[in-house]
């Protein structure tokens, strides 16, 4: 917490300094909007912006995307800034912080869901308020989720991640079960347990259940609210039973009906989830809808057969599906020489700009879903391999629950969930003192920030 403290400290003071030497954004502006100027209007200047991100190219295609965006904008050039060349998000923001105490460049910045808050708080990004007024829209007409922090707007979300089900098309037909459309976690159980088959190293287990704190959750995320380890207010989420049965299922998956992968097998051999599932070890896996356009197959792992879609489970009693939507962030960053310029490609990318790459769902609430679908479907390695209709179909029955800026220490109160959550499934631990550890855990989290 100390070194983080002075690392803010050290943010707050560059930031600070940036901001007294900072551009003109009325000039600016002049120079990016320069292209459309006639007669005897200067021509305008051109402006070269930096897009800083943890997002390859091959997962976000910018190298179809910034072409359409410099043909719009010929004054405006944008260079790709990736943090780290093999996508990894923690290392990027570790970089990004570096960044925002020296004097690098940062125009454009693409945060994680988690990453937003807290450096928003500390005046990395600069409000976009006084932009979106000017350009006549309003907010919540547009975007699909609240990226307001303490009263201000400093980033549009641009990706709008989605949970859901894929599963093993010829798994199902093999134990003639249908591809789910309305079903329970109870159900999710049986259908595991009627898919498990086989033994020793080449057993087919009937789901996989990764050690992401996002698993711990599964069931909480089922909820129309109040869906993760804290609740939207800010405070700790533990109590809420569905976290207690959610860790009794995985336990009861893993060790009574040996229908998932056992704890230590998934951390002992260092399990990866697209190795189960497109190598055929494991016939259902919960997931984000990046997997959308992996299910055709990539390179490294060719897709062998068709993958169908299901909604996440809901829970007892509730009529709808939920699922948990976790958007990116695309802000222009507080000491920006060129800030209306960044705008308008954060403008322009988090509406039609994102889905001219056609790899992952868009936060814009007039995106064209069974649309962006086909887009998604079709620039994959192997369409035919991804059943379009039930992700269609998913896609429409799965409800977003509210989505709220996570809190500044969102990721810590996450964290220290896992070390508690392992201690139980591996039965060195009971589930009520689990329950009651991560909750105190969580509550120190929250009182210390």
Not at 171 to 196: C, I, N, S
Not at 269 to 294: C, H, S, T
Not at 321 to 331: E, F, G, L, N, R
Not at 340 to 367: D, N, P
């Amino acid at each position: 917490m100390k070194r983080w403290s002075v690392l803010l400290l050290s943010l707050s003071l560059a930031l600070t300094v940036t901001a007294c030497g900072g551009g003109n954004a009325k000039n600016t502006e002049s120079q990016a909007n320069g292209a459309n100027n006639s007669g005897d209007t200067p021509a305008a200047e051109q402006v070269t912006l930096k897009l800083s991100t943890w997002q390859t190219d091959a997962k976000a295609q910018w190298s179809k995307i910034i072409p359409e965006f410099e043909k719009e904008h010929p004054n405006i050039k944008v260079e790709l800034d990736l943090l780290n060349e093999k996508g990894d998000s923690v290392a990027s923001m570790q970089k990004l912080d570096l960044m925002a105490a020296s004097n690098d460049q940062l125009d454009i910045v693409e945060l994680p869901y988690t990453n937003y808050t807290q450096r928003a708080d500390i005046g990395l990004f600069e409000p976009l308020d006084d932009y979106i007024a000017k350009d006549g829209y309003k907010y919540e007409d547009e975007y699909l989720v609240d990226t307001h922090v303490n009263g201000k707007i400093y980033a549009l979300p641009s990706s709008m991640q989605r949970w859901f089900v894929i599963l093993n098309k010829s798994m199902l037909d093999e134990a003639g079960l249908p591809v789910p459309t309305d079903w329970t976690w109870k159900d999710f159980e049986q259908y595991a347990k009627t898919l498990t088959k086989g033994e020793g190293a080449e057993k087919r287990f009937g789901a996989y259940l990764h050690n992401w704190p996002d698993y711990f959750q599964l069931q909480l995320m089922s909820k129309s609210s109040d869906n993760t380890f804290l609740k939207n207010d800010g405070t700790s989420n533990a109590k809420d039973p569905l976290l207690k049965s959610n860790l009794e299922m995985m336990k009861r998956m893993m060790y009574e009906d040996k229908s998932a992968n056992p704890y230590e097998d998934i951390i002992s051999q260092k399990l990866a989830y697209r190795n189960q599932y497109f190598n055929g070890l494991a016939a259902m896996l919960p997931i984000g809808d990046w997997m959308v356009a992996e299910s055709g197959g990539t390179d490294a792992i060719p897709a062998t057969f068709e993958t169908v879609f299901a909604p996440l489970p809901k829970l007892e009693g509730e009529s709808q599906h939920y699922s948990p939507v976790q958007p990116t962030y695309m802000a222009v960053a507080s000491k920006s020489k060129n800030k209306e310029a960044a705008y308008q490609f954060v403008r322009w990318y988090t509406s039609q700009g994102l889905e001219i790459g056609g790899r992952v769902f868009s936060g814009w609430a007039k995106s064209d879903t069974d649309k962006l679908v086909d887009t998604i479907v079709n620039s994959s390695k192997d369409p035919s391999k991804i059943n379009v209709e039930s992700l269609k179909y998913t896609m429409k029955n799965s409800a977003p629950g509210s989505a709220s800026v996570p809190a500044k220490y969102a990721d810590e109160a996450k964290n220290v969930v896992i070390p508690e959550a392992e201690l139980y499934l591996m039965n060195k631990q009971d589930i009520d003192k689990t329950i009651d550890s991560i909750d105190q855990k969580i509550t120190e989290v929250v009182n210390n920030n």
